[in-house]
């Protein structure tokens, strides 16, 4: 690599926060069973406690997304909770609340045709935008698994109406610093329609929700062969892009490593935000995050790998010269335009990230680090009490 592009990493890599997930160090599984690891984490403490030990490692992730129903206890208080966090190194990220578990939410949350359980999930965001404040969270996202599973079972039009209804009912409670993220999925849990099933749908209700109201592309969470990266291009140039859920997928929302299918996409989401910056000559406001839980890989190792990853093909994608590119293809250069691309993501950024790492004082080897701190025998060895206690062994079931 050249000074000058180890330099466009450098700058690149210091303004790149990923934010991890919660829900990513818990057993979890798919929906035909889980696989226990000893050194899972079963409470909020723990949770915040690998995703420090993340961190340590690949000084990125300085904010851990949370799940209000998985992991805030009935009267849990807050500052508590900010304690805790910042004794393992982080804080609280963006605030998740869950409006699909209940069993009030049969026939959906925001879009039941009953008043009553509108008024429950309204009632539940608030208390998500409150807890926000209280923890000094500035995102709160949003994911609806509403839809209907039958033609006819009711009316699309009218579910529409009352998303908005609810989303702008929540929007007046949110602080001036607050922002929500409307997150869509195609399908899954809701088999026939889902009431917000693209970026379109997202984009119309934020639009008409509000100023702080964005969009958030999960990169699972599209059909087969999307455009991602003009998904990501289209809302850049709107201001409508709030923030990612980042993973991977080979058939549907699987949940998969980042970059562990397709590598080259992520790497063409990146550019285009590195394209637009370039433009803008500064980076928008975006908040990066993964949305990954695994079944079968250690938890820490696997988000410290994501992360990794997550890095090395931001610094490729920060390679692209875009004055070059820009002049390529107003002359419609296709195949040099294309090569300049494909360059970059064929670049080695090792010695860039070495250097970054260096200078940041952090492990120039995270994943190595990582197992040779012995965090994971400390971690199997300190739960596993709890975990007795809990029931949680491995061979039996944990729901
Ligand atoms: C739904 O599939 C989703 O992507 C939402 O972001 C949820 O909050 C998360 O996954 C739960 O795992
Ligand atoms: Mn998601």
């Not at 190194?89 to 008043?115: A, E, H, M, T, W």
């Not at 958030?216 to 990501?232: A, C, K, P, R």
């Not at 980076?283 to 990066?288: N, R």
């Not at 296709?334 to 990230?353: I, Q």
Request: charged share 25%; with cysteine.
């Amino acid at each position: 690599m050249t000074k000058t592009e180890i330099t466009k990493v450098l700058r690149a890599l210091n303004q790149f926060e990923i934010e991890i997930p919660s829900w990513g160090f818990a057993d979890t599984g798919t929906r035909f069973g889980k696989f226990l690891q000893d050194a899972a984490a079963i409470d909020l403490d723990d949770k915040l406690a690998d995703a420090g030990q993340v961190h340590r490692m690949t000084g990125s992730c300085p904010a851990v997304a949370v799940h209000v129903l998985w992991d805030f206890a009935e009267g849990e208080d807050p500052k508590q909770v900010v304690r805790r966090a910042r004794k393992h190194g982080v804080r609280i990220g963006s605030i998740n609340p869950n409006l699909f578990q209940d069993q009030c939410y049969k026939y959906g949350s925001f879009g039941n045709p009953d008043p009553a359980i509108r008024e429950t999930a309204l009632d539940h965001v608030y208390h998500s935008i409150d807890l926000g404040k209280a923890v000094k969270s500035d995102l709160v996202t949003l994911w609806f698994a509403d839809g209907t599973n039958y033609p006819g079972q009711d009316s699309i039009r009218g579910r529409k109406h009352r998303f908005q209804d609810c989303l702008k009912k929540c929007y007046r409670k949110l602080a001036p610093a607050q922002t929500l993220l409307i997150e869509y999925k195609p399908f899954e849990p809701a088999f026939y329609h889902t009431d917000l099933a693209d970026w379109g749908m997202s984009y119309v209700l934020s639009k008409n929700t509000g100023p702080r109201a964005k969009v958030l592309v999960d990169t699972g969470h599209h059909y087969q062969s999307q455009n991602i990266e003009q998904i990501v291009a289209f809302l850049l140039d709107e201001g409508m892009l709030g923030g990612f859920h980042f993973n991977d997928r080979r058939y549907a929302d699987d949940d998969l490593t980042l970059g562990s299918i397709d590598p080259y996409q992520a790497f063409r989401i990146f550019h285009e935000i590195h394209f637009y910056a370039a433009e803008r000559g500064e980076y928008p406001k975006i908040a990066y995050m993964i949305d990954q839980s695994h079944n079968i890989k250690p938890k820490v190792e696997a988000m410290i790998q994501t992360v990794s990853v997550a890095q090395e093909l931001y610094a490729k994608a920060a390679l692209v010269n875009h004055k070059s590119l820009l002049r390529l293809q107003e002359k419609n250069r296709v195949v040099e335009a294309e090569e300049l691309l494909r360059r970059a993501f064929f670049t080695d950024v090792t010695p860039a990230l070495e250097t970054w790492r260096k200078r940041h004082k952090l492990p120039i080897d995270p994943l190595a680090e990582h197992r040779k701190s012995g965090y994971e025998a400390a971690a199997a060895k300190a739960r596993s009490s709890r975990r007795k206690e809990l029931g949680i062994v491995a061979g039996g079931s944990y729901a």
